[in-house]
């Protein structure tokens, strides 16, 4: 298993090297951005090359413009670790990183696994708020001296001996904690185990406490529910005797089938749960309470819902029929009259979705047919077939609104005639221009190919209305008219308000163009600049970082 961690460690490793594209080193102090002038660099690169010395523990210092599109914080860990600042041995290292990077900008203080005992990740917090203000000022050079230079106070100058003694008497003294611990922790153990016993017993006494003054409340709901089965259960009887004297047809077998119930319901369930002590027997009658109810209200339903079915038929369908059919008869001489102009001042076209010369025989078709299906209706309620009687007054009704809409029909031919000339003499005089204007809006430039082919179903339509009204009198389609302005009306204001999208889409598009030039050319004007060391550095030695330490963006 730990044989596998390392290869996995390893590829992960290996990744994470090919997936960020880091310059090498080529001191402690690695200046990639310009901040420090020669001498400084070289005074600071000295101070921590004689710490190494002194210490064994590696500080690196970098400064770069670019970290590749990664927050700092995972930039920081990889170049750490990439870099192996601190020794193999003891991972003694620390990385003091200044991102200038728009993208993520910021100080970070990355520390190896071996001066986490000696630096904290408070401490490092402590440092960059420290030289935030010289930060936020840009002045980086003296930040970053103050940063190595607070750092090494908190760290501290003991050699790695020293150190590695320091951490073993740490240890030790933490593995005697953890043997006081772990012995304090026995002794609370066992005291919680006698109290959480003693709770367990409470616990249970307590459920059985609460589950008997459940059981005590289910069975006075039961005792409630029983209450209002009996009203109900009286209510019902009483409405079912009552159309038991009308003689309706299956009240005398409801109330037989009702009545069977009569003692348990007012007598036994009432007996049963005042002598009940156990909650499985209020459970049962309460279970058969529900049955009941559900049985009483089953058959209430369906007895009722016949009754009004029977009643409805009966009393107001061959009224309802009677008052719809007379619609119909007041309107056909109208109708009749209505059909002699449309004949005498249009084309046979007119009627081309109506059979307005079988207008009488389809009305006398649609009464028959309704006729029928109310004495279907009738014959089906004698034979107590309420469902068919229902689905017969309903087609009753269909038919007559069948004949309603045929007549409706003829009126809405007139209608859309009507309507077409008036369009015709609202519109004509404008249309020639509304046409004109659509066609320049739509020959601007960077209007798309797709809009500009709209121009020409529009031609289209005005050209078929034009041969339309040349047609001469009574060969006039108007109802084509109509439809045909209204096409164009649609068409010109449609293709107007696209042809300011596109132009619109064009003008954002050029914007964005010309944004994603200037980025480009911001970002071919970074470049990394690398210094030469005066010093003899030779490279780190193989530390790594487990991602401890502070941010500060600023």
């Not at 059985?208 to 709901?221: A, D, P």
Request: charged share 25%.
């Amino acid at each position: 298993m730990k044989f596998l961690s390392y290869i996995i460690l390893a590829m992960f490793a290996v990744f994470i090297t090919h997936a960020q594209d880091f310059p090498k080193p080529t001191g402690y102090v690695n200046d990639y951005a310009k901040v420090f002038t020669e001498e400084d660099r070289l005074i600071l690169e000295k101070n921590i090359s004689d710490y190494e010395k002194n210490t064994s523990i590696e500080i690196a210092v970098v400064v770069i413009n670019d970290i590749q599109q990664t927050v700092l914080e995972e930039y920081a860990t990889e170049l750490f670790n990439t870099w192996g600042i601190g020794k193999k041995q003891n991972d003694a290292g620390l990385l003091i990183l200044l991102s200038l990077d728009t993208f993520d900008r910021g100080l970070r203080i990355e520390v190896g696994y071996g001066l986490e005992e000696f630096i904290t990740d408070y401490q490092a917090s402590e440092i960059i708020e420290e030289v935030m203000p010289l930060l936020k000022s840009g002045d980086y050079a003296k930040a970053l001296v103050i940063s190595v230079r607070t750092s090494i106070a908190k760290i501290g100058t003991r050699t790695a001996e020293a150190r590695e003694q320091y951490l073993n008497g740490l240890q030790k003294e933490r593995d005697e904690q953890t043997a006081q611990f772990l012995m304090g922790l026995i002794i609370i153990g066992g005291i919680v185990i006698i109290f959480f016993v003693i709770f367990i017993i409470y616990r249970k006494l307590k459920a059985r406490e609460k589950r008997l003054e459940q059981e005590k409340q289910y069975k006075n709901i039961t005792f409630s529910n029983l209450t209002s089965l009996q009203l109900v259960y009286d209510d019902t009887i009483k409405a079912i005797e009552l159309l038991d004297t009308k003689q309706f047809y299956g009240a005398d077998e409801a109330l037989r089938q009702l009545k069977r119930r009569d003692n348990l319901i007012k007598k036994e369930f009432s007996d049963n749960l005042t002598k009940s002590k156990k909650h499985e027997d209020v459970i049962k009658i309460a279970s058969d309470i529900d049955i009941i109810s559900d049985e009483l209200r089953d058959v209430s339903k369906e007895i009722f819902e016949n009754h009004n079915i029977e009643n409805n038929i009966r009393n107001r369908l061959e009224t309802q029929i009677d008052d719809m059919k007379r619609q119909v008869q007041n309107a056909l001489p109208q109708a009749r009259q209505v059909i002699g102009l449309i004949n005498k001042d249009n084309p046979e076209s007119i009627w081309r979705n109506f059979d307005y010369k079988n207008l009488d025989r389809n009305v006398d078709a649609f009464f028959n047919k309704s006729d029928q299906m109310v004495k279907t209706a009738l014959n089906n309620l004698d034979s107590h077939l309420y469902k068919d009687a229902k689905f017969s007054a309903t087609s009753a009704v269909t038919y007559i609104n069948n004949a309603i809409t045929s007549v409706s029909s003829i009126f809405d031919v007139n209608h859309q005639i009507n309507n077409g000339k008036e369009k015709y003499n609202q519109q004509i005089s404008r249309l020639p221009n509304l046409i004109s204007s659509t066609e320049k809006a739509l020959q601007r430039s960077n209007v798309k190919s797709s809009t500009k082919a709209s121009i020409s179903s529009i031609g289209s339509d005005y050209k078929e209305l034009q041969s339309e009204v040349n047609k001469g009198p009574n060969k006039i389609d108007w109802i084509i008219v109509g439809a045909l302005i209204v096409s164009i009306l649609n068409s010109c204001d449609s293709s107007v308000r696209q042809s300011s999208r596109d132009m619109s889409d064009y003008e954002e598009e050029i914007a964005s163009q010309k944004r994603r030039k200037r980025e480009r050319e911001e970002e071919s004007q970074r470049s990394y600049h690398s210094s030469n060391s005066g010093g003899s550095f030779g490279g780190f030695g193989g530390g790594g970082s487990g991602g401890g330490g502070a941010s500060g963006r600023f």
